[in-house]
Every structure is written in structure tokens, then in C-alpha cells.
């Protein structure tokens, strides 16, 4: 019987019943690396806030043997947003390295090609003609998604394994729905456009395990499913489509179902915190990068969104004294600059 | 004698002043619906008794302080951004150029924002300082961000450096606006690109810049077409090259800028009017720049009239018509093989 965990030529193999895998040991060290600090994020989230306590003080309110009044702060206000930034961060990555992976184009992230849009756009709608609440939103988001993937595919038939086509038209539809958007906050009375225009950025100010707790879990296990049930097809996918059908995997299917879940997970995301740019672009380039690997990365994308997502909602908390940003500004701004420099470093290369 | 080329330059010669005389008309009736069409119609006869001032004083108010403003400022805000388009187009050699596309309107958008939000300024003809120099950072932005790799950039790669420039830019502008939401509120319908709610007198300065803009692009049509050919060509025709892109960028920052500031963002009308006027009169920027300046507030115009009766009793802003008519226009371009785009 072959044991558990192998190790061999600088990479590790993971063998059980249900799954096994296979990584290389710098991709390993990378993500775990990647998830101390995550944590030790976190933790720092935890542990400040107009009260500070102490590394220890937050250990105890989480095992539950703390003062109430601790317990309220850490547990109660601080938690459900930290654990929300790392979910939904995660989730992001996924869906980028998802999208990226379909679209064959280091730019093709859900926040140009108009997935996020068609998302964004539908929780707007659900927002100000219905309400405000998780399932409505969630539904919208979904909708949304799910018509707007469905129109970029249509529409972009045939373009070709550049994905150039399915950019541009992303492009076109993105405008169109940014303008649907924009119209609906215009049209409605002044307090429900606050809600939808701060939601429209993308928030976790007010995150609670109530409101938001569904969409974590689902995250979580969405990303998981993903990982584990599309890895070696998008594998081949990256390999090339004639290889991939070769190679019994039908590039079509994996195409469709690849864009069917980055829409599912982004639509998640998008219901819960609002569309959150950027992460789902950054985060799989950076994964990439810190892993060594070539072609497609979720794992790493997964951890990299993580940290990315807790970072940038610390800075946003605590960028401006007194005052909570929403995170979506914070990662619009740093993903922005990314992705100067990436596009730089792609012209340079001569990718596009 | 046997002379085709001759024939065929006479042929276009002749459909083009047909054109140029249909699109006269069309403006015109544009003009007319315009001042007609709206909540309340009013007819033509009292258009006519209203401008001279003879008329009920209703509809005097109405035409004078609501429907001629607006009418005039959608004329000089399509000719801007139409004759932006057109400009660069044809110097970035990038059929899917367009101010909204490039990040340049986001450039302006931001400008304005900053400058309402510092409470720098809020008249309209002071509000187009920051609008230019914001439209003129963004337009440098995204030709240095497209031209950083080798050989000439691409048609994606230059929209692509202008998408992800504009979603950085208008992401800020947007955290700016809901950081001050009150300071704002009267500047949501600009926000999404409108020209209604402005008064005549706002637009004089406006419409002075947009002048010099569009002087200047029409001085630049020769040396544009050389440079059209390639750098090389166009420099053994005796063309400065350097010269007329940097002409050509202050042409686009005045025209841009100056239509952002009054009327906010409005994408695509850049983008769709260059190739009807391509469709009409062929691939020459000595002819599609004018025929630039007649269509586009020829489909401003209209745009804005629909954008009043196309939801009863609510306003529609008018940059969203044109984006649900210009996107159509963005995603035709690209699925039917009619431009080399890669």
C-alpha cells in the first residue's frame, strides 16, 4: 500500500481514496507560507479596533473563556468581517485563475471581461426594485451572472483560442450594464441609492454571521469542489485545445463548466460584500508567481486571494482614523497599480 | 478617356456631397424634434412664435430656459466627442478607439471630482480646469501604458491598458463621491453622463475650448493621414510625426475635457460615429473627421431626444442611451471580421 504523503523530485503527492494530488514542494512552501501570514492578519484585525487587546486577550474570546465584554468586541463585531475577507478572498482567487484560464489572457479577470459587471449590475436591480436582503441579492447576483455569461459566450462564438473576441465583447456589455446600473441608482429615492451605490463598491463594514454566514460556507465550499473536481481538467485545458480533446478531456465542456463555476463564485461573493475589483485579477498572477508553477494555479490563487482580501480590508479599516472605507476602494487602488505593472510587463514581453 | 480612378473619386465626390446634404437635413429635423419632444410636446408653430418671443409665456420658459439649453449643449457636446473619437482613431490606428474606452472620460470624471469634493470649484466653465488636466493625464496614461512594449500597440492591448486605466480611475472618483454623499448628490445625473439641467450661459466656455479643439483637429487632418501610413511614411512626406501627436493629444484633451465637464461621461459616441462616417464616405481622415463633427450631435441629439420619452415621466440620462446604442456597435465591430483588430 503506497503511504499517504510521497515525497519525490522536489514535489509532494498526496494520495487518499477520494482525491490525490500533486505539487511541487516551492508551490507548497509558498502557500503555507502564504497562509501564516493570512492568519497573523487576522489576527492583527482581531486584536485592533477603537479597543486593542492582546494576541492572548483574542486566543481566549475565541475559545470562549474570555470577559464578555471581550468576547463581544472580538467574536461578535471583528470576527465575521475577518473571516469574510479570508473566505470571500479566497473565493475571488479562484474565480480569477478560473476565468484567466478560459479566456487564455493574463487580463482576462471577471472585473474587465463584465462577469463582475453582470453580477454587480443584478444585485443593483434586486437591491433597489426588491430589497435588500441576503436571498434577494444572492438571486439578483446570480441572474445577473449567470445572463451576462451567457450573452459574453453567445456573442463571442467562434473568436478563436485568443479569447481576444470574448474580451472585447465583455468590454461592450460591461459599459451597458454599468450604465443599466448607474440608471437604477439614479431612479431611485436617495436612501436605497446609498445602500446600492455603497454596495456597488464592494463593503464588509457590517459583515455579521447572520447576514453573511450562508455565503460564506457556500464559498468555502465551492472553492474546495472547484479545486478538487477541475484542477487536471483545466490542466489540460492550458496544455492547448487540441491536446486537451486528445487527451480526453473536451475543451468545450471544460470551458463551459469553468465559466459556470467562476460566475457561481463570483456571484457568492458578489452578493454577500458587493463586487470586490480587482482581487480576482491580482491574486492568481501573484499565486503564480510565489509557486513557481506554469499555466494554472488555484491553490495558490486561493491562498494569495486570501491574504490579499484580509490585507486590503485592514487597510481599509484603519487607513483613515475614525473613519471605515469600504473595501472595494482600498483594492481598487492596489490592484489598480498592479495591473499597470503587469500590463507593462506583458507589453514588454510581447504577450498581447 | 478610360480614367477609373477619376470615375470612382468622382463617384465618391458625388455621394458625399448627397450625404453631407442628407445629414444637413437630419440635423436640422433633429434639432426640431429635439425642441419639440418631451413631456410636453409643443408644436411647431409655437417653437417658432416662441423663439421670436411672441408666444405664451409657458412655453417660452419652457423652449428657452429647458429645451433650447439642453439642444445646444448636446450640438457642441456630440461635436466634441464625436471629432475626439475620429482623432483618435485615426492616430492611434486602433478601430476600437474612443474616449469612454480609453479611460480618457474617466481621466475628466475624476478631475471634476476631486475638485467638487476639495470645493475648489462649481461653475461649469471653472470645473473644465480640472477636467482637462484630468483628461489629458489619462490620455498620456494609457499611449505610454500601450506603447511600452514592442512594435506599435496592438488594438488589445491599448484597450485594454484604457479598460483597466478607466476602472482605476472612476473607482477612485466613485469612493470619493460615497465618502461625501451629500456634497455629490446634486451631481448623480451628471455622474452618468447628461445634458440636461444646464443653463446657456454655462456653456460659453465650454463651447469656446471645444472650438479650439475642433480648429485644431481640422488643421491636423493632412499630417494625420500621412502619419495613418506609418511613422516612416509619413516622415519621408515631410510630416513631423512627434508634432502632430502631441497636437493631436492636446486636440483630444481640450475636446474631451471641455464635453466632461458639462455633460459627464459619455462613452461611445466616439466610437460609433467615425465608422458611419467611415460607411459613407471610405477610409479617409481628411473627410470622416469633418463628417465626424456633422453625425455626431446629428445621434447626440436624437439620443438625448429619446432619452426624454423612452420611460415616461422619468429622465433618462442621455450617456446611457448612447451606451446601449454604442456597445452593440463595439461587440458588431469585433464578431463580424470587419476590421483587422489583432
Redesign the interface.
Known amino acids: 500500500m503506497s503511504p499517504l504523503l510521497s515525497r519525490d523530485h522536489g514535489a509532494v503527492t498526496l494520495r487518499t481514496p477520494a482525491v490525490s494530488g500533486r505539487m511541487s514542494t516551492r508551490a507548497l512552501v509558498a502557500c503555507v507560507l502564504l497562509l501564516a501570514a493570512t492568519a497573523a492578519t487576522t489576527l492583527l484585525a482581531l486584536m485592533t479596533g477603537k479597543v486593542g487587546y492582546s494576541p492572548g486577550e483574542v486566543l481566549a474570546a475565541l475559545v470562549g473563556d474570555a470577559p464578555a465584554d471581550v468576547e463581544l468586541f472580538v467574536v461578535r463585531w471583528r470576527l465575521p468581517r475577518a473571516v469574510a475577507a479570508v473566505t470571500f478572498g479566497a473565493v475571488l482567487g479562484v474565480a480569477g485563475a478560473l476565468f484567466q484560464c478560459v479566456t487564455r489572457n493574463p487580463?482576462g479577470s471577471p472585473?474587465?471581461i463584465g462577469f463582475s459587471a453582470g453580477a454587480s449590475a443584478g444585485g443593483v436591480a434586486a437591491v433597489t426594485l426588491i430589497g435588500s436582503s441576503f436571498a434577494v441579492v444572492a438571486a439578483g447576483t446570480l441572474i445577473g451572472g449567470l445572463l451576462v455569461a451567457a450573452l459574453i459566450m453567445l456573442?463571442?462564438r467562434g473568436?478563436g483560442t485568443?479569447g481576444?473576441?470574448l474580451?472585447?465583447?465583455g468590454?461592450?456589455?460591461s459599459?451597458?450594464l454599468?450604465?443599466?446600473e448607474?440608471?437604477l441608482?439614479?431612479?431611485a429615492d436617495?436612501d436605497v441609492?446609498?445602500v446600492a451605490?455603497?454596495w456597488?463598491?464592494g463593503t464588509l463594514n457590517g459583515t455579521s454571521f447572520t447576514h453573511s454566514g450562508i455565503a460564506m460556507a457556500l464559498g468555502i465550499a465551492a472553492v474546495v469542489a472547484v479545486i478538487v473536481l477541475l484542477s487536471r481538467r483545466l490542466t489540460l485545458l492550458d496544455l492547448g485545445e487540441d491536446l486537451s480533446g486528445a487527451l480526453g478531456a473536451d475543451p468545450l465542456r471544460t470551458r463551459t463548466v469553468a465559466v459556470l463555476a467562476g460566475v457561481l463564485l463570483i456571484a457568492i461573493v458578489t452578493a454577500a460584500a458587493g463586487p470586490i475589483?480587482?482581487v480576482a485579477l491580482a491574486a492568481p498572477h501573484i499565486g503564480r508567481r510565489l509557486a513557481g508553477m506554469a499555466g494554472v494555479a488555484l491553490v495558490p490563487a486561493a491562498c494569495t486571494g486570501a491574504f490579499l482580501l484580509a490585507l486590503s480590508d485592514f487597510v481599509a479599516q484603519h487607513a483613515l482614523p475614525g473613519r471605515m472605507?469600504?473595501v472595494?476602494?482600498v483594492t481598487?487602488?492596489v490592484?489598480?497599480?498592479y495591473?499597470?505593472t503587469l500590463?507593462?510587463r506583458?507589453?514588454?514581453?510581447?504577450v498581447? | 478617356m478610360h480614367d477609373p480612378v477619376g470615375a470612382t473619386a468622382h463617384a465618391t465626390g458625388s455621394r458625399l456631397v448627397l450625404a453631407l446634404a442628407g445629414l444637413t437635413a437630419g440635423l436640422v429635423i433633429a434639432i426640431a424634434l429635439s425642441l419639440m419632444v418631451g413631456t410636453e410636446t409643443v408644436a411647431p408653430s409655437r417653437i417658432l412664435a416662441g423663439l421670436s418671443g411672441e408666444c405664451d409665456r409657458e412655453a417660452t420658459a419652457l423652449l428657452l430656459h429647458y429645451r433650447l439649453p439642453r439642444t445646444a449643449i448636446a450640438i457642441v457636446v456630440g461635436i466634441a466627442l464625436g471629432t475626439a473619437g475620429a482623432l483618435m482613431q485615426a492616430y492611434t490606428r486602433n478601430p476600437l478607439a474612443d474616449p469612454g474606452i480609453l479611460g480618457v472620460n474617466a481621466g475628466a470624471v475624476l478631475g471634476v471630482t476631486i475638485a467638487i469634493a476639495t470645493g475648489v470649484s462649481l461653475s461649469v466653465t471653472t470645473l473644465a480646469v480640472p477636467a482637462l488636466i484630468g483628461a489629458a493625464f489619462a490620455t498620456v496614461a494609457v499611449l505610454l501604458l500601450a506603447s511600452t512594449g514592442r512594435g506599435p500597440a496592438t488594438p488589445i492591448r491599448m484597450t485594454l491598458a484604457g479598460v483597466a486605466l478607466g476602472a482605476v480611475l472612476s473607482g477612485i472618483a466613485t469612493a470619493m463621491r460615497l465618502y461625501d454623499p451629500s456634497t455629490f448628490e446634486r451631481h448623480r445625473s451628471w455622474a452618468a453622463g447628461s445634458v440636461a439641467g444646464r443653463q446657456l450661459d454655462e456653456l460659453t466656455g465650454i463651447a469656446l475650448l471645444v472650438l479650439t479643439g475642433a480648429v485644431l483637429a481640422l488643421l491636423l487632418l493632412r499630417p494625420l493621414n500621412a502619419v495613418a501610413l506609418g511613422d516612416d511614411v509619413a516622415a519621408s512626406l515631410g510630416v513631423n510625426t512627434r508634432r502632430t501627436r502631441t497636437l493631436t493629444i492636446i486636440a483630444v484633451t481640450l475636446l474631451v475635457g471641455a464635453a466632461t465637464a458639462i455633460a459627464g461621461p459619455i462613452s461611445f459616441l466616439g466610437l460609433m460615429v467615425p465608422h458611419i462616417c467611415r460607411l459613407l464616405a471610405g477610409n479617409d481622415h481628411t473627410r470622416i473627421v469633418p463628417l465626424s463633427m456633422l453625425v455626431a450631435p446629428l445621434v447626440l441629439v436624437l439620443a438625448d431626444t429619446i432619452a426624454r420619452v423612452i420611460i415616461p415621466l422619468r429622465e433618462t440620462p442621455v450617456g446611457i442611451v448612447t451606451a446601449f446604442v454604442g456597445a452593440p456597435v463595439l461587440i458588431w465591430l469585433v464578431s463580424g471580421r470587419r476590421t483587422n483588430t489583432q
Open positions: 487580463l472585473d474587465i456573442l463571442s473568436g485568443g481576444f473576441r474580451v472585447i465583447v468590454i461592450g456589455l459599459a451597458m454599468v450604465s443599466v448607474s440608471w441608482v439614479l431612479t436617495l441609492a446609498q451605490a455603497l456597488s463598491v475589483a480587482f472605507l469600504p472595494g476602494v481598487v487602488a490592484g489598480g497599480l495591473l499597470i500590463i507593462v506583458e507589453n514588454r514581453k510581447g498581447l
